[in-house]
Nanobody, 113 residues
């Protein structure tokens, strides 16, 4: 059974850092464009960062220069988040860019002073 498991979230102050991890079990991420999304309650899920099989990355304007997506084939994707802002507070999810797998539970990130 294919399963995505996100981890690494927590509560930090503005300006802090977190490193999120996403591990895929039951399949390999090697040939997939992978991505991180985030969602606030009551809002639509937002694409935050994406990474191609070759490692080319793209970011939402709101996180460019602060977040870095990386991959450790065959099973893991990371999101390094720095200079965190209050508005980064959300539940963070990973999946393929085209949402090929069932969503995991996500990992909660809270940024507050």
């Amino acid at each position: 059974q294919v399963q995505l498991v996100e981890s690494g979230g927590g509560s930090v102050q503005p300006g802090g850092s977190l490193r999120l991890s996403c591990r895929l079990s039951g399949a390999s991420i090697t040939t997939y464009n992978m991505a991180w999304w985030r969602q606030d309650p009551g809002k639509e899920r937002e694409l935050v960062a994406r990474i191609s099989p070759s490692g080319s990355a793209n970011y939402a304007d709101s996180v460019t220069g602060r977040f870095t997506i990386s991959r450790d084939n065959p099973y893991t994707v990371y999101l390094q988040m720095s200079s965190l802002k209050v508005e980064d507070t959300a539940v963070y999810y990973c999946n393929t860019l085209f949402q090929s797998f069932n969503w995991g539970q996500g990992t909660h990130v809270t940024v507050s002073s």
